[in-house]
């Protein structure tokens, strides 16, 4: 999968809500009620993670969760953590 630009990362993130470039990788931090509720929306992520076959750099505290996606395999951003992203914001809502 070919690895997009700058230019083009941006106008991507223009059709979603809350995720910005930085370090390389598009990121977006949720706050949930309580950690059961954060954790409950991690295991309906990681389930389209594995239909996507495509997966996350993520990290949660209590009710806290920052996820973090690039494609590792092409060393930069490409559409399928575009695709990730969208999935991800219509899980959580
Ligand atoms: N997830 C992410 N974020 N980047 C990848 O390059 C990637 C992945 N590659 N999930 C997949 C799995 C690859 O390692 C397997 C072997 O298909």
């Known amino acids: 999968m070919k690895k997009m630009n700058t230019h083009e990362i941006q106008e991507a993130l223009k059709n979603l809500s809350g995720w910005a470039l930085k370090d390389d990788m598009i990121q977006k931090s949720f706050i949930f009620a309580d950690f059961k509720e954060a954790f409950s929306?991690?295991?309906h992520i990681a389930f389209e993670c594995e239909k996507q076959n495509h997966h996350p750099n993520w990290e949660n505290v209590y009710n806290n969760l920052t996820i973090k996606l690039s494609t590792h395999d092409a060393d930069g951003i490409?559409?399928?953590?575009i695709d990730l992203a969208k999935s991800?914001?219509?899980?959580v809502g």
């Not at 490409?78 to 953590?81: R, V, Y």
């Not at 991800?88 to 899980?91: G, H, Q, R, S, V």
Request: net charge neutral; charged share 35%; glycine share 0%.
């Open 41 to 43: 929306i991690m295991t």
């Open 88 to 91: 991800i914001e219509k899980i």
């Open 78 to 81: 490409t559409q399928k953590d």
